[in-house]
């Protein structure tokens, strides 16, 4: 399997790449992404053959479909990182939560949030390439809180990958905080940045187009990569549990084989749900995605009006802080799918220079062939959260962004599955105040509502709380490059 580009060919990169290319250097011509030249087939019969599949079985029979250029033990490798999971035996456990309305559950990895799913394999992918290459690689991120930590404990301790990771100083949660700088590995470098999450994720933009930075890091023979979801090699990880959370459900008895369902989706990035748009159009039986979003509703807009328009926008922060973006990089994929790379390369281009493009009316209704799309407010998300508490589900602000899509937007009467993708115990201090409980700080926070409901706080967030702090560094924008340097 080759893979292309999203806005079309430069003529200066080659126009069609492996899989390790396109996930080693993933910036493709004139700003695009990569994807796959094709999808392969995962229909009816994919899936009945699947059926008995555990979820490492299913992945690597999906992996080889993608026909691509990574050899099986690297893949199996890869694939075992799976068992370090609360239940080795099933990583993405599924629960139901009403009669027609199932819950896979993507947070039961080392740091609780669903990117885990996906950078746990990847990063054993990733720094194996490098490795066989001989080649040394800096992965940077700017963090909200999830991606920041799943980054950092994928690939610490790993060869030839570094990674450098910026968080707002005070912008995220207590144990996102305590995950990423109690992180200790030489390979590894985290910096609290004084300001907001946009100041941080501007700063690290401004730095990665430096030329200075670019010519030091060439000096010391440093490439750059990335580990967020422009990353075709997150983008496949994220579609397996798509089908597995489906064929639980057949095994269970709770739905045929064939029988179509919604899938609900707490976007950001848009790559989990570009993940279930891939598994849609290889045949997984999906009536429509259905995208939940909170107050920073872009996507709604897009997905209703055909409107992407962030002209008079700004950032809202939110309790669901991993879901408050305004430019969803992941949205691109399915543009170029759809439109092709010439319309694409022109609605990308309108979106940097305008900061607005516009479908028409017959690419709208394309789009609303597989997607619909709904927002709630933080109000909505607690008392949806206090809600399903009452009838004994807890769950964290970015799932509960779902309940509406779920109560709202079915036009069938089919079954739903969403995704959760975080554990409560990241989000403690919002699940404590929906469930009314006082709290000052995230461990008061865990603590209460492990006590009141019965829950139990996983180990490794409880060890959080006593582990050293390695990374004390908080410092303004214009240092970044200075540390980061002398990390280097
Ligand atoms: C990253 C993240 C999201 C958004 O996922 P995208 O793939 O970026 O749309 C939603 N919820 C949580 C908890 C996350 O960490």
Redesign the pocket.
Known sequence: MQFIETRGNDGKRASHVNFSDAILNPSASFGGLYVPESLPDMGIEFLADAINSDYKTLAFELLKKFEIDIEDALLWEALNCYDSFDDANNPAPVKSIEEDCFVTEL?HGPTR???DMALQPFGVILSALAAQRGEEYLIMAATS???GPATLETFKNRPNIRVACLYPDGGTSDVQRLQMVTEDAANLKVIGVKGNFDDTQHALKTLLSSETFKAELQAKGIKLSAAN?VNFGRIIF?IIYHLYGYLELVRRDDIALGEKVYLI??????????GAYYAKKAGLPVEKILIASNTNNILTDLINKGEYDIRDRALVLTR?P??D?LK?S?VERVLFDKFGSERTREMMQDLEEKHLYRLSAEELASLREDFDAIDSSDAEGLAFMADYADKGYIM?P??ATCIKAYRELRSEPLPAILCS??EWT?FSMSVAEALQIEAESDLEALEKISQETGLKIPPMIKALFSKRVIHDKVVEKEKIKEEMLSFL
């Open positions: 947070y949030a669903f990117k809180g999830d991606t979801s994220q989706v707490p976007s950001g990035n848009f790559g989990n749900a570009l669901s991993a879901m973006i969803s992941n964290d970015h799932t993708t975080a990241k």
